[in-house]
């Protein structure tokens, strides 16, 4: 197993690589990279070959790997999440982008085939010593407004009103033509796509139908199109808050199936409609049961902390990742060594 950190397009830089290797991590997955040179509205402004190849040497530099791109920009496939009206054309370019991914030796492309995405959740002292984090407390979900996809605005010149409401069946028919068209584009670019769960895991969320929001769900995903390629980008913390199946099972199930892309390595304490991120060690879940799991079943891939308690210090958000990469990187030296 390999130890990784998740950087944004906002941190992606050689101060922030060097503190990821400085805490242990081999290999980087970066968050929407690019972010701040697209803009509402550009439907055909994809990540060019050029700009993620300099992403891969730039992270190479520092003696470290780029496993993976995680996100797609909402503006990018906007229409094939909504089924509207330039779909094909977003398709087409969604290709272009994971033949540009493959091309510039970036093994692992994460997504989430969601319209609301992640939503709903507040701030508090919820962690351990009253650290801030986030919760999902059962909010109000209002609709979500037309020209809107992943709580970003991706058409400026929508109409007003909001979107009407999206079926089980409706979002599994867009997702299976999603599959069904970037699937062989991945194979020929050796480029495995991973599936993220819904977080939060509800069956519906402001008015639209959730993909993944039980374990078992997967399995569905895995059964639409049987590929090396079709993988899932397993979050622990999104899983453990579902409100069925067992967590254990699930990493034990998958990861012999050899389906987990990368893991999202993080606890909560709860489950819908209520639960608290927490920090790695405090939570419901048994984060070394899991790695002894993954080790059981060989998993050689990349975990990487996912969100974690904000720390009070000059560098909150440093002390919390360092804290669960030190957490991380010990747990694994000791269950590799046999311990």
Known sequence: MKLGLGLYANILNRDHLLF??????????????????????????????EELLGLRKMINAEGLELEGIENFLPVFWSDVLLDGPRKQRQME?????????????????????SLAGVWGRVQGPWARGE????????????????????????DPDAP?????????????????????????????????????PDDPPLPELRGTARLVYQPALYQKV??????????????????????????????????????????HFRN????????????????DTDMIRVLRILHKNHYQGVLIPDHTPSMTCAAPWH?????????????????????
């Open 93 to 113: 370019n969604l290709k272009t982008l994971i033949r540009n991914v493959g091309k510039a030796g970036i093994p692992v492309f994460g997504y989430n085939f």
């Open 222 to 263: 895995f059964d639409l199109f049987p590929s090396p390629n079709n993988q899932a980008e397993f979050c622990l913390g999104t899983l453990m808050e579902m409100s069925e199946g067992d967590l254990y099972e699930t990493v034990d199930t998958y990861s012999a199936m050899r389906k987990v892309a990368y893991v």
């Open 160 to 196: 007003q009103g909001v979107l009407a409401p999206v079926s089980q069946q409706e979002l599994w028919e867009r997702y299976t033509y999603f599959l069904n068209e970037i699937l062989p584009v991945a194979e020929e670019a050796g480029v495995v796509m991973a599936l993220h």
């Open 268 to 283: 909560v304490r709860g489950k819908v409609p209520d639960y608290y991120e927490v920090f790695i060690d405090e939570g």
């Open 20 to 49: 990821a290797k400085q805490a242990g991590a081999t290999h980087i997955i970066a968050h929407t990279p690019f972010s701040d040179t697209r803009k509402p509205g550009d439907f055909d402004a994809i990540w060019t070959y």
């Open 131 to 154: 650290a801030l984090t986030v919760a999902f407390r059962n909010p109000e979900q209002p609709p979500i407004p037309l020209g809107t996809v992943w709580n970003t605005v991706v």
């Open 319 to 339: 002390a919390g990742m360092a804290y669960a990469m030190g957490f991380m990187r010990a747990a694994l030296r000791i269950i590799e060594q046999g311990g």
